[in-house]
């Protein structure tokens, strides 16, 4: 019944930080967070949302996708930002990724739960808004590299610790400094490489300090992971991109957020079959060099249609 209590909990409050981050993602990148107040408005007709109209998932169900006030339609947006985000603390309280129980209420644990919500709370906030305005906003991603490291120091049980010879508060501390000078690091000589030899800008500096609060929060080990799964990611999803659509921009953001959301919950056991299981089997199993050559191939072959699709259109 108390784990009970706590799921629930849990995904209430991330339906109704979901209906915030809504706020967020309309308001920040148009430079009207405070413009127009604390109250939410309409966007079509500018009128204000009663707070029984404004309930969190429920009220875009009862309304039928619709404004109350004027009948306008109201974008599917709303209602997956607000579930999305609702089933991501769910799952935070659930299956905590760092083993620390949120519920009951206790320091360690419901800290770290408040960390790491954070950050499901910037990636969210960030991967919609670069799909709309292809920006990753500093108002969240420096922030975030803040929070991050004072994470650290106020639940340090939240963070990993690096085997050097000081305390352990400082090892936790270096855990969370040390991710985010590899997060902005790594992406930075990326972007700068990629930009010399494309000779044009390749990567935003958005994905630079995005990367950079990613690391804060979880370290040097799953940012590298974060960056690895985001290419692959955005390997995929730009190639159908490229084939459907024939556009060759696609937002980075979107898929390192999907990469760090993946190391949050699913960090250990990746790395374990990236760098243990699937080279023991390569090793044993006989089929391994036909397998390899299959993906190589696959791999040419989106290169072929990328670059021909590029050439035509």
Request: proline residues 6%.
């Amino acid at each position: 019944m108390t784990d009970f209590v706590g799921q629930v909990t849990g995904a209430v409050l991330g339906a109704c930080v979901g209906s915030f981050l809504n706020v967020v993602i309309w308001r920040l990148p148009r430079g009207t967070f405070i413009a127009d107040g604390s109250r939410s408005i309409c966007p079509q007709c500018r009128a204000p949302i009663a707070w029984y109209r404004n309930l969190p998932v429920l009220s875009w169900l009862l309304l039928r996708g619709r404004a109350a006030c004027c009948r306008a339609r109201v974008s599917p947006r709303y209602l997956l930002v607000e579930a999305l985000t609702a089933f991501l603390f769910w799952a935070l309280v659930a299956y905590p990724p760092s083993e620390l129980a949120a519920w009951p209420p206790n320091f360690a644990g419901t800290g770290t739960f408040v960390l790491q919500a954070s950050l499901v709370s910037i990636l969210i906030a960030c991967t919609f808004i670069d799909i709309d305005h292809q920006i990753l906003p500093d108002r969240l991603t420096k922030p975030g590299m803040v929070l991050g490291v004072l994470g650290a120091l106020v639940v340090p049980q939240a963070y990993g610790a690096l085997p050097v010879p000081v305390s352990l508060a400082n090892q936790r501390l270096l855990f969370s400094v040390v991710g985010l000078l590899a997060g902005f690091g790594l992406t930075w000589g990326v972007r700068a490489l990629a930009s010399l030899l494309f000779r044009k800008e390749a990567m935003g500096r958005g994905d630079v300090k995005f990367m950079g609060a990613i690391g804060a929060f979880l370290g040097y080990e799953n940012v590298l992971l974060t960056f690895f799964l985001g290419c692959l990611f955005g390997a995929a999803g730009g190639l159908l991109h490229r084939v459907v659509t024939g556009q060759v921009y696609i937002c980075f953001g979107p898929f390192l957020a999907a990469g760090a959301m993946t190391a949050l919950f699913f960090g250990e056991p990746v790395r374990n079959f990236l760098l243990v299981t699937w080279p023991q089997w390569q090793e044993t199993h006989p089929m391994a060099p036909v397998l390899v050559l299959c993906l190589t191939g696959v791999a040419l072959l989106s290169l072929f249609i990328i670059i021909r699709r590029g050439r035509t259109t």
